[in-house]
């Protein structure tokens, strides 16, 4: 179990950018695979992107060359960095934890049982 807190979250024009902190813990923070998800408004939630222990990323094909996740392990974080941002972006954004001690993560995103409480990205002129 770890206790996960996002933060970042606002309001933006098209075209701007945030960027998204997850704030962790716990002892085994560094073996985790961490998770970005969101869900849409009228829509299921969906997965944005991980990184795993060997900081291995993968991304959803709507984001990919517009989002970049990273972690600072020192710190307990893990970073969403978003750029160019579309209206369609609009959502709840979450972080999660898959607490298995993995150096790859094993693409199984039930593995993801630990949450925040979110933060809200609204992209709109």
């Known amino acids: 179990q770890v206790q996960l807190v996002e933060s970042g979250g606002g309001s933006v024009p098209p075209g701007g950018s945030l960027r998204l902190s997850c704030a962790g813990s716990?002892?085994?923070?560094?073996?985790?695979?961490m998770g970005w998800f969101r869900q849409l408004p009228g829509k299921e939630r969906e997965l944005v992107a991980t990184i795993d222990g060997g900081r291995n990323t993968d991304y959803s094909d709507a984001v990919k060359g517009r989002f970049t996740i990273s972690r600072d392990n020192a710190k307990t974080t893990v970073v969403l960095q978003m750029s160019d941002l579309r209206p369609d972006d609009t959502a709840l954004y979450y972080c999660?934890?898959?607490?298995?001690?993995?150096?790859?993560?094993?693409?199984?995103?039930?593995?993801?049982?630990?949450w925040g409480q979110g933060t809200q990205v609204t992209v709109a002129s």
């Open positions: 999660a934890a898959d607490l298995n001690a993995l150096e790859k993560w094993c693409g199984d995103i039930t593995n993801f049982r630990d």
């Open positions: 716990g002892k085994d923070f560094t073996v985790y695979t």
